[in-house]
């Protein structure tokens, strides 16, 4: 049976009437697998639907969890805020301005060594990058990222392992650091360990430190008192809605190094208040791994294998009480995958999900976040549509690809919104997109979420005309001697507005005047 086949009944059986729904039938949820939280969407800019052909090629450390084939391995340890770029290093985070080509500069963390000789002690025990998490503390946006260092002893106090949590700035500020002591010893921790941030509600925020054998704690911070507020070497967080963290708990009360293994043994889901570290309730069932992702305001998807069954469980189950309803119910993957699909949420209400391929076809499916119903599921043989291989999902929109290339996909239909946007980005902002550039590198593509029919093509960024060079692909002619004056909004469209300067006029290349053109028609040149 295909994974296709394998989810078709039990979605229909769903959209129905029903597959085992009720009070709680659904089954646990773990943080293994799950990925870290998205920032906040942006006031109403609306979702990019369209990107540069050409995009700016980004450090080589931005493909951290790229392998050699050019597959994300992993989300990659950057967060955009605009035209902003953050950038975790492992050690530093880099703020680069992506409509200028600058580099504002880094932020290293206040125990890193700068330019250790090769071999030497770098200060950071972990090297292994995360995604930042842009927030707005006190009306600022930041980026928060974090790391496991090592602190130095003193005197007859031996070196010990902490957990900090840094908050920089646009300009590659560090405006403050929190630091959490690990009850180990640096030696303790198993290869690279990674402060993966799981979500942020107001002033306090969950992160989750692993290592290279699946060992991990979690640790909350209040950004308000600046402080850590609690640790627990059981539960592993997977997503926060509202004011509660979702994950696994290990009862078995063993630990290994940093805390609990998160896959093999037996995991109970659990609740647990942000603010105080205390369990709200947990689940009965035994799972033996899970993923979890917010599903909408206060609620959470998990899939997660069943312990007893080996079956691949996909449920949604309100944050607060941990109550829910089964979606989907099938058999282990028939080629040994425990986890078969890949789930997301996208910032507003809706759930994606993409399967691991593993030689069964691709197939995907949209979980309303509130209700948990089924909104579609592809592939759809009666309709003549293929499911995309899904790379990310953000504020209504699904970005994959198809053996035809790109496409974009509406969340809550499931319809193409466009099939030839450009890229797949696998991190999606109104402004920007970052993709695989077909290189084994990650490269940055400016974005826009002009309505299609109003779109021709979009311009690259700036550094890319300097010099009157245009971009391959555009043919485009220049009219007119050197650069235009500012002339205000160039483009309106879904509530954004392009003014000149945007687009270039401050860097020095020709042609306001073209890109009028270019986004408007012949007949809006100057």
């Known amino acids: 049976m295909t994974l296709a086949c394998a989810l078709a009944c039990p979605l229909a059986c769903a959209l129905a009437a029903g597959c085992g729904g009720g009070s709680g039938s659904g089954p646990p949820a773990a943080s293994h697998g799950s990925g870290p939280a998205k920032p906040a969407l942006k006031a109403r800019r609306g979702p990019p639907t369209a990107f540069s052909r050409a995009g700016i090629p980004l450090p080589d450390v931005a493909s951290a969890n790229t392998s050699l084939g050019g597959e994300q391995q992993g989300p990659p340890p950057v967060a955009l805020d605009g035209y902003t770029l953050f950038l975790a290093t492992g050690t530093a985070v880099r703020v680069m301005n992506l409509g200028t080509g600058q580099t504002a500069g880094s932020a290293r963390s206040a125990y890193a060594v700068p330019d250790p000789p090769a071999g030497a002690d770098s200060g950071v025990v972990g090297a292994?990058?995360?995604?930042?998490?842009?927030?707005?503390?006190?009306?600022?946006?930041?980026?928060?990222?974090?790391?496991?260092?090592?602190?130095?002893?003193k005197g007859t106090v031996p070196p010990s392992a902490a957990v900090e949590l840094d908050a920089v700035d646009a300009h590659a500020h560090r405006l403050w650091r929190i630091l959490a002591p690990l009850p180990v010893q640096p030696s303790d921790i198993s290869g690279q360990p990674t402060v993966t941030l799981a979500g942020v509600a107001g002033r306090y925020v969950v992160a989750v430190v692993g290592?290279?054998?699946?060992?991990?704690?979690?640790?909350?911070?209040?950004?308000?008192a600046r402080k850590a507020i609690w640790q627990d070497a059981s539960f592993v967080a997977g997503a926060v809605a509202g004011d509660t963290a979702v994950g696994t708990i290990d009862p078995s009360g063993q630990r290994y190094g940093l805390g609990s293994h998160s896959?093999?043994?037996?995991?109970?889901?659990?609740?647990?208040?942000?603010?105080?570290?205390?369990?709200?309730?947990?689940?009965?069932?035994a799972v033996s791994a899970a993923n979890v992702q917010q599903g909408g305001q206060g609620t959470i998807l998990v899939e997660a294998a069943d312990e007893n069954s080996g079956n691949d469980i996909i449920s949604l189950l309100g944050a607060g009480n941990g109550k829910g309803s089964v979606i989907a119910n099938q058999p282990a993957s028939p080629v040994g995958l425990s986890l078969p699909w890949t789930c997301q949420f996208d910032g507003?209400?809706?759930?994606?999900?993409?399967?691991?391929?593993?030689?069964?076809?691709q197939a995907a499916f949209a979980v309303d976040g509130t209700t948990g119903r089924v909104l579609w599921r592809l592939p759809d043989k009666k309709a003549?549509?293929?499911?995309?291989?899904?790379?990310?999902?953000?504020?209504?929109?699904v970005y994959g690809t198809t053996a035809n290339g790109p496409v974009i996909v509406n969340a809550r239909t499931g319809k193409d919104v466009n099939d030839s946007p450009g890229i797949a980005p696998v991190v999606a902002d109104p402004d920007v997109g970052i993709a695989d550039s077909q290189n084994d590198g990650l490269e940055a593509y400016r974005a826009s979420?002009?309505?299609?029919?109003?779109?021709?093509?979009?311009?690259?960024?700036?550094?890319?005309?300097?010099?009157?060079?245009?971009e391959p692909g555009y043919d485009l002619e220049r009219r007119g001697p050197g650069p235009c004056a500012p002339v205000g909004a160039i483009a309106r469209g879904e509530g954004e507005q392009f003014p000149c300067g945007v687009f270039g006029t401050t860097f020095g290349y020709p042609g306001c005047e073209v890109l009028r053109e270019v986004l408007l028609g012949p007949e809006h040149a100057q």
């Open 263 to 285: 896959e093999g043994d037996t995991l109970r889901v659990a609740g647990i208040d942000i603010q105080n570290g205390k369990a709200e309730w947990k689940r009965s069932e």
């Open 211 to 224: 290592d290279n054998d699946d060992n991990y704690r979690t640790v909350a911070f209040d950004l308000t």
């Open 348 to 361: 507003q209400r809706t759930v994606v999900c993409g399967s691991a391929d593993g030689g069964q076809g």
């Open 128 to 153: 292994a990058p995360a995604p930042p998490l842009v927030v707005s503390i006190g009306g600022q946006q930041v980026a928060l990222v974090g790391y496991v260092v090592r602190v130095p002893g």
């Open 449 to 470: 979420s002009l309505p299609i029919q109003q779109l021709r093509a979009i311009e690259p960024f700036p550094q890319r005309w300097l010099g009157g060079i245009p």
């Open 384 to 397: 003549n549509r293929v499911a995309p291989d899904i790379t990310e999902a953000y504020d209504g929109m």
